[in-house]
């Protein structure tokens, strides 16, 4: 089985005067991101973005930052399947981030189970949020949505960015984490023996100022597999204007899992970034442009789990 993650940074489904259109891997916030010009290359975009995914040939794909279940259809139907990928399971369930920026599992296979957890409060969880954060509030900025295919389960996340302000970001991305940790435990009587994978993008900074907010994760409970990497390997997300090269996305295995894919390294896919990501010096798809097109400013990871049925 192979499995794949990717933030496809901003992917929504629009009708102006009734005429679908995806937008393209851009950020509204950035003042070159607006207007017709960069409204020109959506397109561009969208096909390097299926581009990746199909090139990633994974049997189970998780995203982050889809608008809706409409947008995910689109998508798929209408270029996805072009790129030469097919996934007749989809799901994309509302989160709480109110900019659309939910997640979505698309798979080869049924999904035997989904689950989302946007509702849950810290109180659910029997957790104490950190001052300033009400005990009745959602403790998942997005959401942390559960997908099971076999005996396989996945804990898809994004949590909340260290943007504006990592020092109040940070106490919020450690209740995620957390909670992440309590749905693990909740699930599995004895987690350390389950075969369960924590993905997506955790928005961990490029350069993390004392104790990680997701320690909780890795510290002792979960085993990081883009360790299994060179340091200068392990890097999926180049930002442009900060200068800087990060790794906000993960692929955290229980330690039944690492132990019976010991061998197994998740691959960093940067054939979409833009060529301003110097660092890669790999090939890039043909489309690919200084900035844009391209197909997000995130890598997408796969990871094969051989002889998982």
């Known amino acids: 089985m192979r499995i794949a993650t990717f933030n496809v940074q901003n992917l929504r489904l629009r ?4 005429r679908a259109r995806l937008d393209g891997a851009r950020d509204g916030d950035l003042p070159r991101h607006v207007g017709p010009g960069a409204a020109a290359l959506d397109y561009a975009d969208r096909r390097l973005t299926a581009r990746v995914i199909a090139d990633a040939d994974a ?8 608008f809706d279940a409409a947008t995910l259809d689109y998508f ?9 990928a097919c996934y007749p399971h ?4 509302p989160g709480n981030d109110g900019r659309g920026r939910d997640l979505a599992v698309m798979s080869r296979r049924p999904l035997d189970e989904v689950a ?28 942390c949505l559960l997908a099971r295919v076999g005996a396989l389960t996945l804990f898809l996340c994004h949590f909340k960015a260290p943007y504006p302000d990592p020092e109040a970001a940070w106490p919020v991305r450690r209740l ?11 699930r599995f009587a004895a987690a350390p023996e389950g075969l369960w994978l924590i993905l997506g993008d955790l928005n961990e900074p ?11 994760l890795v510290d002792g409970f979960a085993v990081d597999l883009l360790a299994r990497l060179p340091a200068e390997k392990r890097w999926s997300f180049h930002d442009r204007d900060g200068g800087f090269y990060s790794r906000p996305d993960a692929m955290l295995a229980s330690p039944a899992l690492a132990r019976r894919w010991s061998d197994a390294r998740p691959r960093v896919l940067r054939e979409g970034l833009s060529r301003a990501a110097m660092r890669h010096d790999g090939a890039r798809l043909e489309d690919v442009g200084e900035e844009r097109p391209h197909a997000s400013d995130h890598a997408a990871m796969v990871l094969d789990l051989d002889g998982l049925a």
């Open 15 to 18: 009708r102006p005067q009734g």
């Open 59 to 66: 049997d189970i794909v998780c995203l982050q930052e889809v």
């Open 76 to 84: 798929h139907d209408h270029l996805l399947r072009h790129a030469g």
């Open 90 to 93: 989809r799901v994309c369930l």
């Open 116 to 143: 989302s957890h946007a509702a849950l409060t810290p109180a659910d969880l029997g957790l104490e949020p950190p001052a300033g954060l009400r005990a009745d509030f959602p403790v998942f900025r997005r959401d």
């Open 176 to 186: 995620e984490a957390l909670a992440v940790r309590r749905l693990v435990e909740r």
């Open 206 to 216: 490029h350069a993390p100022q004392g104790e990680r907010a997701i320690a909780p």
